[in-house]
C-alpha cells in the first residue's frame, strides 16, 4: 500500500493548497473535471449566463424610463461558447498545472472510495496518509417521478451546454437553482414553466422575501405551485422530439426539461462509512469547526459536509482544514453565525442571519426595519416599486441578528451589513457613524437600519 503525506480527495476547494504545504508528498484524486462543481457546472458559468438575460430584461423595460428599447434576439451558442471558452481553459489549465507544476504532487483520475479507515482505493491502487481531505462536494439528484432518465431530462450540469436553445423550457423545483436559470432561459425568450411542491418559491428564505420573490417571477414565469410532476415522457423516445409533463390530469408540452429539487452529497460515492467516518440522517459527513471528521486525520469540507452549499464557505473550510493539519496546537475553527448567500435571479436576492421565523423560533426579542428601494432617491431613478431591504435588529442588544435585500445589486448592498454582524456593531453605530453615498443604492440600507434604530429607541 502506498503512503502520502496528504491525500485530498476533489479538487475543487480542495485544490487550494497553501505553499506551506508545497513539501509534502500529495496525492490529489479527481473523479471528473478539474476544478469542482464552481468552476464547472455552478455558480461561475450560471453568473455568466446570468448577466445577458439582465441585459435583455433591460431592454425590454426600457420604456419605463423613457427609452425606446427591445430585444431582437438572444444568440446562445455564441454566449454558451463565450462562456465555456474562458472556463473550459481554466480548468485544463488547472489540470495540467497540478499535474505537471510539483514534483511531489501526484494527481490521480478516478474515483476514490474507502476501504478501511484512513485507507482508500483508487482503481485497485491502495494508499494512505497521516491526513487525508474530504472534499468531494454534491451531485444533482432527481426526485422519484417516472420517465426522467428516459426523457433525457437535464440537471444545472448539463443544461448549459445544450446545442440548441429550448423555445418551451420546464423547470421541477424553487430553489435558487430554479430561479438563476429560469430567468436565464426567460430573459433569453424561452417560454418558461415551472412546478414546485410548495406555494412560493424561494421558500427557506425570510418569508417576506420569498413571497415578493413569487410574486414578481410570477410575472415572467408561468408558475404551477404546489404542484409536482406525475410523470414524464419523451414523445416517441425520439431525443428530438418535445417532452410531455402530465400533471394532475393535465399535460404541458415542452422542449427541454430542467430539473432542479436538490443536491446529494457525495459521501456515497467515497464509501465514507467504511472509512469509519460518521454521517448526517442526509447523508452529510459530520465534522467539528476544526473540520475534523469523526475518524482522527480525516478532514471534510464542503457540500459533502455542510448544507450550505456555497463557494465561499467551502473555501473559508478549506483554509481551516489545512491549516489545522499542520498547527494541532493552534487550531483554528470555522464561524457560521454570519455565512451570507445570494439569488442571481430577477429580482437578486441577498441574505445573512436571521429570517423573522427563526427569531421567533429562538424566541428573541426583535424589531424590524424596512425600506422600499423606490422611498430612496436612487429608487426613484430606477422606478423601482417591487425591491426592498429589512433588517432584524435584537431588541436588548441593538446588534444586527439578520438582514434581507430584494432588488438589483442585493449581493453587493448587503456586504456592510454581513461585517456589522460579523465584528458585532450596532445598528445605531452602522446607521449613524458611518457615511453613505447620496443618492447612491445603499442608502436603502442606510434607511432600513435608521428604522429599525428609531423603533429601539421607541422601545
Known amino acids: ?207 417576506e422575501i420569498s413571497t415578493r420573490f413569487t410574486e414578481i417571477f410570477g410575472r415572467r414565469v408561468e408558475l404551477r405551485l404546489g404542484q409536482v410532476p406525475d410523470r414524464v415522457e419523451r414523445k416517441g423516445g425520439d431525443p428530438d422530439a418535445p417532452i410531455v409533463i402530465y400533471h394532475d390530469g393535465d399535460e404541458t408540452e415542452v422542449d427541454e426539461l430542467l430539473v432542479a429539487t436538490g443536491r446529494t452529497p457525495n459521501s456515497d460515492l467515497i464509501d465514507a462509512e467504511a472509512g469509519g467516518l460518521t454521517l448526517h440522517a442526509d447523508g452529510r459527513i459530520a465534522v467539528d469547526r476544526t473540520m475534523a471528521t469523526s475518524v482522527d486525520g480525516v478532514w471534510a469540507i464542503g457540500d459533502v459536509t455542510n448544507s450550505y452549499q456555497l463557494k465561499h464557505l467551502a473555501n473559508a473550510e478549506a483554509k481551516a482544514a489545512f491549516w489545522n493539519m499542520t498547527h494541532p496546537d493552534d487550531l483554528r475553527r470555522v464561524d457560521y453565525r454570519t455565512v451570507p448567500h445570494a439569488v442571481f435571479g430577477d429580482p437578486q436576492v441577498a441574505t445573512v442571519g436571521l429570517t423573522e421565523a427563526d427569531a421567533i423560533e429562538q424566541d428573541i426579542d426583535y424589531v424590524v426595519g424596512r425600506r422600499d428601494y423606490g422611498a430612496t432617491a436612487y429608487g426613484w431613478a430606477l422606478e423601482d416599486g417591487d425591491s426592498f431591504a429589512k433588517v432584524l435588529l435584537d431588541r436588548s442588544t441593538g446588534l444586527l441578528i439578520g438582514a434581507h435585500i430584494l432588488g438589483p445589486q442585493a449581493a453587493t448592498l448587503i456586504q456592510p451589513l454581513i461585517q456589522a454582524m460579523q465584528f458585532e456593531q450596532t445598528a445605531e453605530s452602522v446607521a449613524e457613524q458611518v457615511f453613505y453615498i447620496h443618492p447612491a443604492l445603499t442608502e436603502v440600507v442606510e434607511n432600513a437600519l435608521l428604522d429599525g434604530v428609531e423603533q429601539l429607541r421607541q422601545g
Not at 471558452?85 to 501526484?106: T, V
Not at 433569453?188 to 428564505?205: C, D, H, I, K
Open 1 to 207: 500500500m502506498e503512503t502520502f503525506d496528504l491525500i485530498i480527495v476533489g479538487s475543487g476547494s480542495g485544490n487550494a493548497i497553501p505553499e506551506e504545504m508545497a513539501g509534502l508528498r500529495i496525492a490529489l484524486i479527481e473523479r471528473g473535471v478539474f476544478g469542482g462543481t464552481c468552476l464547472n457546472v455552478g455558480c461561475i458559468p450560471s453568473k455568466m449566463f446570468v448577466l445577458p438575460a439582465d441585459v435583455a430584461e433591460s431592454a425590454r423595460h426600457g420604456e419605463r424610463l423613457g427609452v425606446d428599447s427591445r430585444v431582437d434576439g438572444v444568440d446562445w451558442i455564441a454566449i454558451r461558447d463565450r462562456v465555456f471558452g474562458r472556463i473550459d481553459p481554466i480548468a485544463s489549465g488547472g489540470e495540467e498545472y497540478r499535474r505537471n507544476g510539483n514534483a511531489n504532487l501526484e494527481l490521480i483520475q478516478g474515483t476514490a472510495r474507502f476501504v478501511a479507515p484512513k485507507e482508500l482505493e483508487v482503481d485497485g491502487r491502495r494508499m494512505t496518509a497521516p491526513q487525508i481531505l474530504v472534499a468531494t462536494g454534491s451531485r444533482a439528484s432527481f426526485p422519484p417521478i417516472a420517465g426522467l432518465g428516459e426523457a433525457g431530462a437535464h440537471t444545472s450540469d448539463t443544461i448549459m451546454r445544450l446545442d440548441r436553445f429550448p423555445a418551451r423550457l420546464g423547470i421541477i423545483g424553487g430553489g435558487f437553482i430554479a430561479a438563476e436559470l429560469g430567468h436565464v432561459f426567460s430573459g433569453y425568450g424561452a417560454a418558461v414553466t415551472l412546478f414546485n411542491r410548495s406555494e412560493r418559491l424561494l421558500r427557506t428564505e425570510d418569508a
